[in-house]
């Protein structure tokens, strides 16, 4: 079964959420709407309560191609399961499902009705429903089956939505679809409590904690045990509200957080114990080192007494040596004495033996015949009672030689029943015998012979005769014996002296021996005394070697001991602070990856300072200086902000989504991940889906290109929704499931620099902003700089971080292979040699490399001060990139790519000459490149726009041209202190001087508050020194020269705004022009014949034209010269058309041809699909791509970055326009047939041409409207006049006259005055007198109006010459106009040009979304100029009444409801800033009204709301400012004509909010006093005094801005007007 794991963590809000939930599906048909944010657990509950119910979850998948018709089947499927076969169905549907809007609309349907219009047909609807027939009537149901089978939809289907109110699309969606709101309930589900918030890490990191058991109680002290540390991580989430920190990115933030502390921590306590155990090894050799020094004394005391006991013994051998040689000498003797008395001893022996040998064998015969005698015998004669006298005697005889002397027969019976008596016998020694006893035995041998006798004996008995036997011969023996006891003595006493020497030999022999056995000992003592002595010699020479190689081994490694030592100690300080490391680390990774620069600074300097840190250096932290090199190395950009990106997009467990419009980052993650089966696809290909399943299966890494946003195929696979299938997880991509790889990686870019991503996707993605800042850009346009002037400069310095970086890791290397080596030696370090002498080897290379480095670092700054020579000019190239990004708020189509700058920056650093200065080179640089970006700029820009841009860029690059206060003053951004109520406008007006006009009071008196220095300095007082200023035509250059050496550029500027308005445009361009040193604002007109050359095959041509203008047929033109005419292909783009483009592109691309796509801006939906193709276009060198477009607020901004633009328009000014028309006409063109009159008609048209298009800077004089005059015009014209010189001689001008003015330039005009004007100018240019017969050939020929004086010839350069004569600026007599004409044109386009440099001073560029801080930041101008003009009147609470019908003077009346109107506008509009107000200080909620408000003000527009009640300026504080004088000024015109004394005063009529209506009143007061009809008065007005005839006559002050009748007064005037 699959199963989905659900992580949940329950707190109480997740319960209940899960009651809320519970209650609604447990109703029938219950549906709910989810509103919240992303990771909140919406989805998880919703399908935890379905599963508690029982109930079917059922989501849509989404594929590639999901459309309606997938759509319709989904709900189909829904609809059977709940309504045919009754099943509970919980269909949930979220944001990113919506793929098209009529998804919702039908979801609404079928909330509201349980059914969907239109999706079944009648023939489905058959068979599906007959099933339900028996249903419904079991059910009691009549109606239709149809209706049961919506009621059983309505029962049983429960639809669950997930939306996102921060979605801009939530409230149009929910407005536009009223069920999501009346039959689902609401639930907010916006966020967690704080509670929870703070609840969720320590929930988190238990059960981490749980997980490593063995660290637990660690992670328990460093964790749940620091409350305060807990907390700080919703803290820092709170204060990432603006980067929107969803619960989701909250949780991810934990995540983050766990993955780099256990990481780092495992890191910081491998390297502490590698340290450790290399200290411990170092503090073992020092102890060693004691040690061997301490054995080695000791070695040296046991050495001596080795030696001093081996010599004892040698004198010990000498000692015994000579004892033994004595005791041999005496033992000599004694072996001769023994000799001698053993022949004595054998001498005796042998007599003694001569003696007893007769004896001897008697005796022992008969021992032996006694022994023989059985025991019978014995017996027998024991028996005897009486023995006879021969056994007597015999026994007797025995028993005396036995020593018996009781010889009775008892005596002698008792004997022989002795046990062993036999063995007494034979065995009794005869020396035993005494000789009394022997005596008496020879009596009784004597006396008894006969008994005696053997025979008698045997006779007797058996026993007797043995023993008679041996009594006899134990006699006779003991007789011998006596006989022979001298010699025995003898004998005995020889033999006792024979025993004693022997012993004495054998104690010499013994002492001998012994002293050989002591001599061996001794010697063998000896030797083993010596070898000792040795060995130890040997030890003692080997401990002090190893002592001293030890020694030097700790002497060298010293530093090492002492700098592990702090390191370890160090480690212990960083593991203490590594939770609020990994914790910043982790905010910035979660938080600040989308935010730009000075942001991410602020932010992390905040965090840091409340972790309690000194310092946090994120880089240095994630990861090593060497990675980052590599990186470099691999072609990612250098600055900070990039190196920054790369950590957040490898560290982040996110999918990162990479902002890259320049898409350096995105080759360089190329380059970066090539060894890890990297695949790289686009969005847009067909394989896209293929690709993602293949990668996913596979566990590739995969980076898709051009992502427009989040498609939503991939929400699944980023929210990593896996489906558990046993072992195995799977993830659902499209209508599939695929098994999912865990090594699988997924990387998302886009060029866009502003991608579409909803809120949902922004919490599952890590958007990664490479949008270049200006300091990253200072260091490539840097880098660009020294490749270019000084490439061995930038080489060296490569080579020289290479080997410092390659020095550094081989550094860490060696000391890692030394504490790698330290950790894993064996045994004794100080005995293992070969140990050492790595050891010694690997700290001298680690000497030698900290040397190098030394060295290195000496270099680095060296040349870095080289380097640094360049700074300004990349610092000024920087400035300028970002000064030129600006335009884009003021039209979308001023975009700049930073490819097109470098090239451009690259070309200035060609084209300037070395002038062998450095300093004098980069001033000429930045010159030069100034100029260059200047004139690349303004091509792009439309005329009106580049005054506004020379002054943009004066102030981005010579801010020392501004002092304080200046600039805002200038564009209105500051308002001086308003004056008081007090200081009515005739109190003013007495403190300005009295030639300063009336109008401008209130300029300089603003002037005067805003810069009192500058006002005290231009001395307004002295009238004499200002006047001819006040009067000139040109005051710019009249400038009284006292004060214009006191004053800046930019002062006199500032002094023209306030005192002569009708010249400041004049002014500003004088001013950008001076600053920027150039003659004039617009550079060269450019033609695209010159522009072709500037052009890549790679880069579109951007054509901006403004409506109605056509540059194809001058494409064509230029094909036609540049490239056979056939290489031209032109598509005008509109509907259909698509398809065709991008088909000819591609061909076009293939064959290296030319393609004008026309009219982009009808397509702008489809622009980033050409703009994708263009990007994998191989063209060939001939291809170029021409695009025209009318500006376009939508118009892709990738495609305009990437193009090279031009505006295509009449250039600005009326020389500038002859030139350009006479550079798009060719020599032959001009001297064809070689008439001069028709160079001179031709010259006739070209003025004409350009006097119809720059008249149209005059509206509503010059033109009542903008006519869209343009170069097709021209060229019909040429057409005309190049036939007119083929015809016949007689010129029919009336031909020419007819055709221009019916259908050429005067087909587009529709007004009767301006083609009256149209009519005169042909009349002018177009006649004999100017262009007179070719025959009449004199030098009066030509009459051009305007003193030019035309060249008798057909040569274009003396026309030429005839135009560069010409003034820059245009005089309004070329075009007929009154010489005073400019002034009310320069007064609107200076005021135009002052609004837009304030949307470009303005820091951001307003959005919709409600920011109270940038809210407040840039309303606020707004809000305090009403409050001060505001301060001083009671405007604001005055009541006043709706005027009544009255039959009252018409004039009065109009003044009373002028009154009451403007009261009415002035509280409207304080209402409207007081919403505002509230607003943005929290005390009210936003409304859609106060949204508009707001956005209109934001974008410096004047609000809708306000131009509804009065049109007035298009500026909002010009409008304020007006709107209040206004309202002020018409209340004295109350009180004047409720006094009657209205008309006999002066009236200035700019007072007025309707001066139209005015004129109205006054006629009809006057047909009231002529008592005649309305129609029949007519209008007059004279400048001379009364007029006659009139009954009603007005004076009025004609002010700048009054104009009546195309009559611009040059001051104010007071003249006569009046009906009659």
């Not at 909002?1516 to 206004?1526: D, E, G, S, W």
């Not at 209340?1531 to 004394?1541: D, L, R, S």
């Not at 006659?1588 to 007064?1609: D, E, N, T």
Request: proline content about 4%; hydrophobic content about 40%; charged content about 25%.
């Amino acid at each position: 079964r699959d199963n989905q794991e659900i992580e949940i963590l329950l707190f109480p809000e997740v319960l209940d959420y899960v009651s809320r939930v519970d209650r609604v599906l447990s109703f029938p048909g219950g549906s709910l709407l989810l509103a919240g944010h992303s990771g909140v657990g919406r989805r998880t509950v919703t399908s935890l309560v379905s599963h508690m119910h029982g109930a079917l979850l059922i989501t849509p998948k989404i594929s590639r191609g999901y459309e309606m018709k997938q759509f319709k089947n989904d709900l189909k499927h829904v609809m059977q399961l709940a309504g045919i076969e009754a099943q509970h169905v919980v269909l949930l549907l979220e944001d990113y499902q919506f793929v098209h809007p009529t998804f919702l609309e039908m979801i609404n349907s079928l909330l509201s009705s349980g059914e969907v219009p239109g999706l079944y047909t009648m023939e489905e609807l058959e068979p599906l429903l007959s099933p339900l027939k028996d249903q419904a009537s079991q059910d009691g149901f009549t109606g239709p089956v149809f209706n049961y089978f919506t009621y059983r939809i309505q029962q049983n289907l429960h639809v669950v939505l997930i939306m996102d109110p921060t979605n801009l699309n939530f409230t149009i969606n929910c407005e536009s679809n009223p069920a999501l709101h009346k039959k689902c309930q609401v639930l907010w589900m916006e966020s967690w409590s704080e509670g929870s918030m703070k609840k969720i890490p320590e929930m988190l990191f238990t059960e981490a904690d749980e997980k490593a058991a063995r660290e637990s109680k660690e992670h328990k002290k460093k964790h749940s045990g620091d409350p305060d540390f807990l907390k700080s991580f919703l803290m820092i989430h709170e204060s990432c509200k603006t980067y929107g920190a969803t619960p989701r990115r909250y949780m991810t933030f934990l995540h983050m957080y766990c993955a780099i502390h256990n990481s780092k921590r495992a890191e910081l306590i491998k390297r502490q114990s590698h340290l450790q155990a290399g200290v411990t090894k170092l503090n073992e050799a020092k102890a060693l080192v004691d040690e061997l020094n301490r054995k080695a004394e000791e070695q040296s005391i046991l050495l001596k007494m080795k030696q001093e006991e081996a010599d004892a013994a040698l004198r010990e051998i000498t000692v015994s040596m000579q004892d033994a040689s004595e005791q041999k000498t005496e033992m000599e003797k004694i072996k001769q004495k023994i000799a001698e008395e053993a022949v004595k001893i054998e001498e005796r022996k042998a007599i003694i033996e001569d003696e007893l040998k007769e004896v001897q064998p008697l005796v022992n015969e008969a021992k032996l015949a006694v022994g023989n005698i059985k025991p019978e015998s014995l017996s027998e004669i024991r028996s005897l009672r009486m023995p006879p006298d021969i056994i007597r005697d015999i026994l007797e005889g025995v028993l005396r030689l036995m020593g018996i002397f009781d010889t009775s027969w008892v005596s002698m019976k008792s004997f022989l029943a002795k046990r062993g008596v036999r063995e007494d016998i034979a065995t009794f020694d005869v020396r035993n015998i005494p000789k009394q006893i022997r005596e008496s035995v020879e009596e009784l041998l004597a006396k008894n012979k006969a008994s005696f006798d053997p025979k008698n004996a045997k006779r007797a008995s058996t026993a007797a005769a043995p023993l008679a036997a041996w009594v006899k011969a134990n006699v006779q023996y003991s007789y011998v014996l006596e006989r022979i006891q001298p010699l025995e003595t003898e004998q005995a006493g020889l033999e006792s002296n024979l025993r004693k020497t022997e012993a004495r030999k054998q104690k010499l022999e013994d002492l001998l021996n012994s002293v050989g056995q002591k001599v061996a000992e001794l010697r063998d003592k000896f030797q083993a005394r010596t070898a000792e002595a040795a060995k130890l010699e040997a030890e003692v020479a080997k401990a002090q070697e190893t002592v001293k190689a030890a020694e030097i081994l700790i002497k060298q490694l010293d530093m090492e001991h002492k700098r592990w030592n702090t390191q370890v100690s160090e480690i212990g300080d960083e593991l203490s602070t590594l939770p609020r490391r990994a914790q910043l680390a982790a905010a910035f990774i979660t938080y600040l990856s989308a935010a730009p620069e000075d942001q991410r600074k602020a932010s992390l300097d905040a965090w840091t300072k409340s972790a309690g840190l000194e310092k946090f250096d994120l880089r240095r932290f994630l990861c090593s200086e060497s990675e980052q090199l590599i990186w470099k190395s691999e072609g990612l950009p250098s600055d900070d902000l990039s190196i920054e990106n790369a950590l957040v997009i490898l560290q982040s467990k996110v999918c990162p989504f990479l902002i890259d419009p320049s898409s350096r980052a995105t080759e360089w993650l190329k380059t970066h991940l090539k060894e890890s089966r990297l695949e790289i696809i686009n969005q847009q290909d067909a394989s896209f889906i293929n690709a993602l399943e293949l990668a996913v299966r596979f566990g590739k890494t995969l980076i898709i290109q051009e992502m427009d946003g989040v498609e939503p195929v991939l929400y699944p696979l980023l929210r990593k929704d896996l489906i558990a299938q046993g072992p195995r997880y799977a993830v659902q991509i499209g209508d599939k499931i695929i098994d999912y790889n865990e090594e699988f990686r997924l990387f998302l870019s886009t060029r866009n620099p502003n991608p579409s991503i909803p809120p949902d996707a922004a919490s599952i993605v890590t958007e990664v902003n490479f949008t270049i800042t200006r300091s990253g850009l200072r260091g490539q346009l840097l880098a660009l700089t020294i490749q270019h002037e000084k490439p061995d400069l930038e080489e060296q310095k490569t080579k020289l971080l290479q080997q410092e970086e390659d020095k550094k890791i081989q550094l860490a290397k060696l000391e890692e292979m030394l504490l790698e080596t330290l950790a894993t030696s064996q045994g004794n370090i100080l005995e293992n040699k070969d140990l050492i002498e790595s050891l010694n080897q690997t700290k001298a290379s680690s000497a030698l490399i900290q040397e190098s480095l030394v060295e290195f670092h000496r270099l680095q700054i060296s040349l870095d001060q080289e380097r640094d020579a360049y700074l300004p000019l990349a610092e000024s190239a920087s400035k300028m990139y970002f000064i030129i990004s600006d335009l884009s708020k003021i039209n979308n189509m001023y975009r700049f790519s930073l490819a097109s700058f470098l090239r451009l920056f690259q070309r200035a650093l060609q084209s300037e000459l070395d002038l062998g200065n450095t300093d004098e080179r980069i001033k000429s640089l930045i010159s030069s490149l100034k100029h260059m970006v200047y004139e690349y700029v303004c091509r792009c820009l439309f005329k009106a726009d580049q005054l506004m841009f020379a002054l943009h860029f004066v102030k981005g690059m010579h801010p020392e041209l501004f002092q304080d206060n200046e600039w805002d003053t200038f564009t209105g951004v500051i308002v001086g202190d308003m004056l008081r109520k007090s200081d009515s406008q005739k109190s003013i007006r007495d403190q300005i001087p009295s030639w300063i006009e009336q109008e401008r009071t209130w300029a300089v008196a603003s002037l005067k508050i805003s810069l009192p220095t500058l006002y005290q300095t231009v001395c307004f007082q002295d009238e004499a020194l200002w006047q001819p200023f006040s009067r000139s035509s040109m005051c710019e250059q009249d400038f009284p020269s006292i004060i214009a050496n006191r004053i800046s550029l930019f002062q006199q500027v500032l002094v023209v705004q306030a005192v002569r308005p009708d010249r400041l445009q004049s002014t500003m361009a004088l001013f950008a022009c001076k600053a920027l040193g150039i003659k004039e604002l617009s550079p060269p007109p450019l033609n695209l014949k010159r522009l072709y050359k500037e052009t890549l095959e790679i880069e579109p041509i951007l054509i901006i034209i403004s409506p109605g203008a056509d540059p194809s047929q001058e494409l064509q033109e230029l094909a036609n010269v540049e490239r056979n005419g056939e290489c031209y292909h032109q598509v005008a783009m509109g509907q259909g058309q698509a398809d065709l483009a991008i088909q000819t592109l591609k061909e076009c691309a293939r064959n290296g041809e030319w393609l004008c796509l026309k009219n982009l801006h009808l397509v702008v939906s489809w622009l980033p699909v050409l703009e994708k193709e263009l990007n994998n276009l191989q063209p060939q060198p001939g291809f170029r791509l021409w695009l025209t477009a009318e500006v376009h607020p939508k118009f892709s901004p990738i495609l305009l970055q990437s193009s090279l633009k031009i505006t295509y328009e009449a250039p600005p000014g009326l020389k500038k326009n002859l030139m350009r028309t006479y550079e798009s006409w060719t020599p032959e063109q001009m001297s064809k047939k070689g008439i001069v009159s028709r160079a001179h008609a031709l010259f006739s048209l070209a003025w004409f041409h350009a006097a119809c298009q720059e008249r149209r800077n005059y509206i509503p004089q010059g033109w009542t409207k903008f006519y869209e005059f343009s170069l097709s015009d021209l060229h019909a014209g040429y057409d005309i006049i190049d036939r007119l010189f083929d015809g016949p001689k007689d010129f029919q001008w009336e031909f020419v006259h007819g055709l221009l003015e019916n259908a050429i330039y005067g087909g587009r005009i529709d007004n009767y005055f301006d083609m009256r004007v149209l009519r005169s100018y042909l009349e002018q240019f177009f006649n004999s007198r100017v262009i007179a017969d070719s025959n009449f050939r004199t030098k009066k020929m030509s009459r051009f109006p305007y003193s030019i004086s035309l060249p008798n010839s057909c040569n274009i350069s003396d026309y030429r010459q005839v135009i560069e004569s010409l003034p820059e600026d245009d005089k309004p007599d070329f075009f007929g106009l009154p010489a005073n004409i400019a002034r009310s044109s320069q007064r609107m386009i200076s005021s135009l040009v002052i609004s837009q440099l304030r949307i470009l001073s303005r820091s951001v560029i307003a959005d919709c979304k409600f920011d109270r801080d940038i809210w407040s930041n840039e309303l606020s101008p707004v809000l305090s100029l009403w409050k001060k003009l505001n301060q001083n009147s009671n405007l604001i609470h005055q009541k006043v009444s709706p005027p009544t019908e009255r039959q009252g003077s018409p004039i009065l009346s109009f003044i009373i409801l002028e009154q009451f109107n403007a009261i009415r506008l002035v509280q409207s509009v304080h209402q409207s800033l007081a919403a505002l107000s509230k607003v943005i200080r929290g005390t009210s909620l936003l409304s859609s009204e106060v949204q508009q408000l707001a956005s209109a003000l934001l974008n410096q527009k004047c609000p809708l709301a306000w131009q509804s009640k009065w049109e007035g300026p298009e500026d909002p504080l010009q409008y304020l400012r007006t709107v209040v004088a206004r309202t002020l000024a018409i209340q004295n015109w109350v009180t004047k004509a409720e006094k009657q004394t209205l008309l006999s005063d002066i009236l200035d009529l700019s007072e007025l909010f309707h001066p139209d209506t005015f004129l109205n009143a006054l006629r009809q007061e006057t047909a009231r006093v002529m008592s005649c009809s309305v129609d029949s008065l007519k209008f007059t007005a004279s400048w001379k005094g009364q007029i006659r005839g009139a009954k009603l006559q007005v004076q009025v002050l004609c002010a700048f801005r009054f104009l009546l009748s195309g009559i611009v007064c040059m001051k104010p005037l007071i003249y006569k007007t009046g009906w009659f």
